[in-house]
């Protein structure tokens, strides 16, 4: 009889120490309080879109020419990374789409708002520009809208490569969080790197503010996971 009782006490313990598979707890974090991420998201890409064209248009001072590196003459212009240019509104809702905590959600907007106010600021008391590039851009039908919209401005720091890699990060602390495998880590990784490739390939970036752009969210990211992990054990 005693055995029989260890042999069910040590399934039962076995039961409850095996995690959950990864894929699992994605779903679950998915699920969770989805609502109020979606809702939050767009409210949060309205406001930033509304400020972000009007530091566009409205500069504090003259626009200075961002300098060209012989760095940028090495990245060819490439229809195929306006469809990677473009999923970075997707990219950076991945992260608030995996948060488990209603606290967690809100330390990311804080988080990611101070980002893009940090950047929004130096974008209308330093505004930068790219320099025209010599590039016949009828040949590229695809990448007519971001021209016209964008127009090239609000260059240094890049806020789509420091909105890039401070998802990244984030997106990697959450991945390593429910175990995922080593190769979904490592697209994330890639993923990012291709955001960061396509910024200069459509030329709405140079090298330069590529790599302000990842000074800046790198920076962020550090300081807002290291607050996460101060303030809450699970995000």
Request: include cysteine; proline fraction near 7%.
């Amino acid at each position: 009889m005693l055995p029989f009782v260890i042999l069910i006490a040590t399934g039962l313990l076995m039961e409850h120490l095996d995690p959950i598979p990864w894929y699992r707890q994605i779903f679950r974090r998915l699920t969770t309080l989805w609502w109020l991420k979606a809702c939050g998201t767009m409210a949060f890409m309205g406001v930033f879109f509304a400020a972000y064209f009007a530091v566009l248009q409205h500069p504090l001072f003259p626009t200075f020419s961002m300098p060209l590196t012989p760095f940028d003459t090495w990245v060819p212009v490439s229809a195929k990374a306006f469809p990677v240019y473009a999923s970075l509104w997707v990219y950076v809702s991945l992260p608030p789409a995996l948060l488990l905590r209603f606290r967690s959600l809100a330390m990311f907007g804080l988080w990611i708002g101070a980002l893009c106010l940090f950047c929004l600021g130096i974008f209308w008391l330093l505004p930068t520009v790219v320099p025209p590039a010599d590039v016949d851009w009828s040949l590229y039908p695809e990448m007519a809208m971001i021209k016209g919209l964008d127009a090239a401005g609000n260059a240094c720091p890049s806020l789509h490569v420091a909105s890039a890699v401070f998802s990244a990060c984030w997106l990697g602390r959450l991945l390593r969080a429910v175990l995922a495998p080593a190769w979904l880590i490592r697209l994330n990784v890639f993923y990012c790197l291709a955001i960061l490739w396509s910024t200069v390939a459509t030329r709405q970036h140079v090298v330069l503010d590529v790599l302000a752009g990842i000074l800046v969210g790198g920076g962020f990211a550090l300081l807002s996971l290291r607050h996460a992990g101060r303030v809450t054990a699970e995000i």
